[in-house]
């Protein structure tokens, strides 16, 4: 069930890619900062979410201040990153997040189901 090391790794670089390229997409004036594993998307009005791999979990951990922090578990079976408490989409909690925190709609749908 737990992902191999290197899998992990390729899920995180092939989602966190997918966010850029959907933010780019998105037109909307965003500071976008991909370093060491970590992205950080900053939206013009200050507020941030920012993607980060925890690999001794094997999870994809989301901080959207003020929301909070966030865990996802990739389910291999469906091909989708699942929030370990909710059990939100990370698609379905982006376009949550990016429509309180910076009153944009955004569309993630893309990111499940990879």
């Known amino acids: 069930m737990s992902l191999t090391e290197a899998r992990f790794h390729d899920l995180v ?25 970590v992205l950080t998307v900053k939206f013009e009005n200050g507020t941030q979410l920012i993607f980060s791999r925890q690999e001794s979990l094997r999870q994809l951990w989301l901080a959207a201040a003020p929301a909070g922090g966030f865990h996802f578990d990739y389910d291999e079976e469906e091909k989708r990153w699942v929030c370990d408490k909710s059990e939100e989409l990370l698609g379905e909690m982006l376009q949550r997040l990016a429509k309180s925190q910076a009153g944009v709609d955004i569309d993630f749908d893309s990111i499940d189901g990879n």
Do not use: V
């Open 13 to 37: 670089d092939a989602t966190q890619e997918k966010l850029e390229d959907i933010f780019d997409e998105s037109d909307l004036d965003l500071d976008l900062k991909s370093s060491a594993g």
